[in-house]
């Protein structure tokens, strides 16, 4: 009798298990083909907590609880959960007040309410963010802030390789106008402003003799060396291979500053870029 009880307990508990594994977070929506957990579907699809949506020649639309709405572009591939879309491929845009979107250990989070935004995947590690409306806050998978995109910005994230201690150990081409500085027998160029806080963003010459670039913009190129920390509080130092002075607005170039393993960039023009590419995919369902 006792082994028959158990018996009855151990099937009770696989079956709340299995209705709890089951209960639905949304739903999906294409005009064309898709693809939920490896089955094609065409229409209309249920969506649980970890289903698998690939999108094939049509975008699709993902409507959640509370309110979030995600449009997943043609060619995307990403695992879906209750509080976050985990991206594998493509271009994805969505909207919530919560809801978070991870791609290559980055995540991307509504920093004000009703904010939308877009996510895409690119070639190499690269992901870019783009803030349509409201704004948000873009960590790595540690949780180390690296940026605060806002409305109508775009920024460019390249995951680098790291080391055990999670220190970027890669060199990186660097491209950057600045004005140049000397402290301590030490030159710098201030370049971009630091997106987390505004403030400026400066890097160490190395390589050649600037005393005479001093107090003068200079667009120079050569290789940020990541993980060598600048002397004098400079966010990395640059082993210059050439040098000119120049005019004309500072920061041009593609200077990118190293955080936790992550070259942050800004994109110029990206957000209205990103908005344009995903806008003219076929919605889902209107």
Request: charged letters at 15%.
């Amino acid at each position: 009798m006792l082994k028959k009880l158990q018996v009855v307990a151990v099937l009770m508990c696989m079956s709340s298990y299995s209705v709890a594994g089951t209960v639905s977070i949304g739903t999906a929506s294409a005009r064309g083909d898709m693809r939920v957990d490896n089955y094609a579907v065409k229409g209309n699809a249920t969506l649980f907590n970890g289903s698998v949506v690939e999108t094939g020649q049509a975008t699709v639309d993902l409507r959640l609880e509370k309110g979030t709405e995600i449009t997943m572009a043609t060619g995307s591939l990403g695992t879906l959960y209750s509080d976050r879309l985990v991206l594998q491929r493509g271009k994805t845009e969505f909207a919530s007040n919560a809801f978070k979107l991870q791609a290559r250990g980055l995540r991307v989070t509504p920093a004000e309410p009703n904010s939308r935004g877009v996510v895409s995947m690119e070639q190499g590690n690269k992901v870019e963010v783009a803030a349509l409306t409201g704004s948000f806050s873009v960590t790595n998978e540690l949780g180390v802030p690296l940026a605060s995109v806002h409305s109508g910005m775009g920024m460019s994230f390249d995951v680098q390789a790291a080391n055990d201690n999670g220190q970027c150990t890669s060199q990186k081409s660097f491209s950057a106008r600045g004005i140049v500085s000397c402290e301590d027998h030490h030159y710098y160029i201030a370049t971009d402003m630091d997106p987390r806080t505004g403030a400026e963003i400066r890097y160490e010459l190395t390589g050649k003799d600037f005393k005479s670039y001093v107090g003068k913009k200079i667009e120079v190129t050569g290789t940020l060396r990541c993980g060598a920390v600048g002397a004098g509080g400079a966010l990395g130092a640059v082993t210059v291979s050439s040098a000119a002075i120049v005019g004309g607005a500072a920061g041009v170039g593609t200077t990118a500053m190293v955080i936790g393993g992550v070259a942050v960039a800004a994109g110029a023009g990206l957000g209205v870029g990103l908005y344009e590419v995903n806008k003219s995919t076929t919605p889902a369902s209107r």
